[in-house]
């Protein structure tokens, strides 16, 4: 096994809870999710606070469903998309358990998730791993003032207003966490702000195929194969990628699955927050109902920032691999 | 054990990489640093891009100190004070190793440090914990345009141009990396982006004693105990809040180490690079040459962006601990 890959014999997913903002709950998943809010500012000041409150919610959620109160956490692993995690670190300060912040644009949640099954393996500890994101408080950061009302291309995605988190303990459970795959950068040479599914597709093929190789696996042995949010465009070119039909039947994308077709958001979902909550909310609760047995998901991320992409650089990408399989109790 | 802290049996620190800025190279520890930049642009064409530079020379530099190939790193974890980390993740796609970003501040480095260890331990990993900042490069983001030439205040510190990098492995070395303690968010209510030390001080003490307790310790085991980068004001905080002294005797900063009094840095330096720098270019081969045996470092990060002071908030901190120990080989 490569040593950029962790398998983890015992680490149990033993909570999960998921979170949507108005626009999600009227998706395909808004009935499942754990709880949608009314209004996206949800009683805050600004789009920020109210993206700190839907971390604590998501953490103190996951939590909850682990059977834990919140002070029974030893470690909260989180990531967000604002500049210096803001959110992430805002929400630690009202939550108050030990917080490990990561960034990895939208492949944060991966990342979370396998740094929380590493503090977990072979201990006694108690981990929260989540991410989460708002639309309103990104596409201000990253693109243009929403008073501005620019007009969205087509392979724009739709930066998503969620939180999922998952509570990870060693244990056997309904889950387990199986393994951990660290990505490298890939940068294909785009340049489009508006296009992050040609920008990380790369990334995610690169991911998976050393997942696969390290795990010794093929593709048919996976219920599901997510990736992030690459959504429509980005899905397409992954599968030209791959090359294969075993891979298209199960590949799938959190992107393509948080919104309907006609609710406007173009090339799918996006944002730190949209993986988390399709994996926290979706994937971890079918597997627990055993209708799939094993999926890997591969968390993406595009990792310009706005200086880097006015100072003329393409958009490196990173994508994350974990692999959630159903347990035995 | 408090599950917050983590105990390493077997992890090694084997190599180590630091690089100053011309200033930086001007300081006390510059005619000890690996390496020191002659100008602070580096050929490069922005600041930003420079600082990519200098992670890619400490990640390949603390590999090399190991006896390792650049290709032989299985894992890079890194940080930087960027918006979305792009010196950190520009970085990885040159290096084009596995990479796990990381954000804390200038916490970063004890963040990146303890996360390297929890991946060395047990298994068969060659890892990379680093971090860097860019004087030029971090202000303009934070505070003012360099151009504006703005008077700075008394209690300010100076964002050094510097990075620093361990390599760690399971194993058995001259250093031993022994305990890595995840730190809470604590807010004091400071809001004075100029005064970083009066800030963090009370999360740096949560964080230390809350390490003590978990290895059940006392002040006098230890040679050094340093923060990150309190600097003169912050370190005179935290010896207050210790009340101790055998804490004041063994306590030294990080920020107030790299720079002489006449250097004009006020209140001494700061930046994810600083307390990355010292370690890996003072406190490590000091530890190595068999000066000092055991050693705390308390990285201190100050959380806030320039939304959320913008907005009004307060900036809150976090101090991750690392305990590093001379080994018996």
Redesign the interface.
């Known amino acids: 096994m490569?040593?950029?890959t962790?398998h983890f014999e015992h680490v149990a997913v033993v909570g999960h809870f998921a979170i949507g903002g108005v626009r999600e709950g009227q998706g395909p998943l808004g009935p499942i999710f754990d709880h949608i809010w009314r209004d996206d500012l949800a009683g805050e000041?600004?789009w920020?606070?109210a993206e700190g409150k839907m971390a604590v919610q998501a953490v103190e959620g996951a939590a909850h469903g682990a059977g834990w109160q919140l002070g029974d956490v030893?470690?909260v692993v989180g990531?967000d998309?604002?500049?210096?995690?803001?959110s992430t670190?805002?929400a630690?300060?009202q939550h108050?358990?030990?917080?490990?912040?990561?960034?990895?644009?939208c492949a944060s949640f991966a990342?979370a998730v396998g740094?929380a099954g590493?503090?977990c393996e072979?201990?006694?500890?108690?981990a929260v791993a989540g991410a989460w994101s708002h639309h309103l408080a990104v596409e201000r950061?990253f693109r243009f003032p929403i008073e501005f009302g620019y007009q969205r291309t087509p392979t724009a995605s739709w930066t998503a207003t969620a939180a999922g988190a998952l509570a990870v303990t060693p244990g056997s459970g309904r889950v387990q966490l199986r393994a951990f795959?660290?990505?490298?950068?890939?940068?294909p040479g785009s340049t489009d702000p508006m296009d992050m599914g040609t920008a990380m597709a790369p990334a995610a093929w690169d991911s998976l195929q050393r997942h696969l190789r390290a795990v010794d696996g093929d593709w048919g042995q996976y219920d599901r194969v997510f990736t992030g949010d690459l959504g429509v465009v980005g899905s397409a070119i992954l599968c030209d990628l791959a090359h294969d039909d075993t891979f298209s039947r199960v590949h799938d994308d959190c992107g393509r699955s948080l919104y309907r077709p006609d609710q406007d958001v173009h090339n799918g979902g996006s944002g730190t927050g949209c993986v988390a909550a399709v994996v926290a909310g979706h994937i971890v609760p079918r597997i627990e109902a055993g209708d799939w047995r094993r999926v890997l998901v591969a968390a993406t991320g595009a990792?310009?920032?706005?200086?880097?992409y006015q100072?003329g650089?393409s958009i490196?990408a990173?994508a994350?691999v974990i692999e959630l399989q159903a347990g035995r109790s």
């Open positions: 490569s040593a950029s962790r000041r600004t920020e606070a030893d470690v990531g998309l604002l500049d210096q995690l803001v670190n805002f630690a300060r108050q358990q030990p917080t490990l912040g990561v960034f990895a644009a990342e740094l590493l503090w072979g201990g006694s500890a108690r950061q795959t660290v990505g490298r950068v890939v940068d990792l310009f920032s706005p200086t880097s100072q650089e490196p990173v994350h």
